[in-house]
């Protein structure tokens, strides 16, 4: 059983920065990718940043305030927040696309972590 587990998340000033982190662990073969998404309330589930080996992604609205890193040999993905602002508030989801055999493909998520920016 492969699953990802989140910490990090709380509440920040306007202005202010988190960390996220997300450890994936289990029956590993290797981790294709992973990210972040976040939804806000009544608001759908969007694309914050990934990172594969090819590089990274990020939505506009995170550009140059968030930054994405992956540590390979910890199976672990984290995510800077600065210069945080109320519309980044948000429930945080982790998200890897794993093998955990040469045949077997997994998209997991983690099971979210709040973030709270106040004005």
């Known amino acids: 059983q492969v699953q990802l587990v989140e910490s990090g998340g709380g509440l920040v000033h306007t202005g202010g920065s988190l960390r996220l982190s997300c450890a994936a662990s289990?029956?590993?073969?290797?981790?294709?990718?992973m990210g972040w998404y976040r939804q806000a309330p009544g608001k759908q589930r969007e694309l914050v940043a990934t990172?594969?080996?090819?590089?990274?992604n990020y939505a506009d609205s995170v550009k140059g305030r968030f930054t994405i890193s992956r540590d390979n040999a910890k199976n672990t993905t984290n995510l800077q927040m600065n210069s945080l602002k109320p519309e980044d508030t948000a429930v945080y989801y982790c998200?890897?696309?794993?093998?955990?055999?040469?045949?077997?493909?997994?998209?997991?998520w983690g099971q979210g972590t709040l973030v709270t920016v106040s004005s």
């Open positions: 998200h890897a696309s794993i093998n955990s055999s040469p045949f077997r493909k997994l998209e997991l």
């Open positions: 289990g029956s590993i073969l290797r981790i294709n990718g």
């Open positions: 990172i594969t080996s090819g590089g990274t």
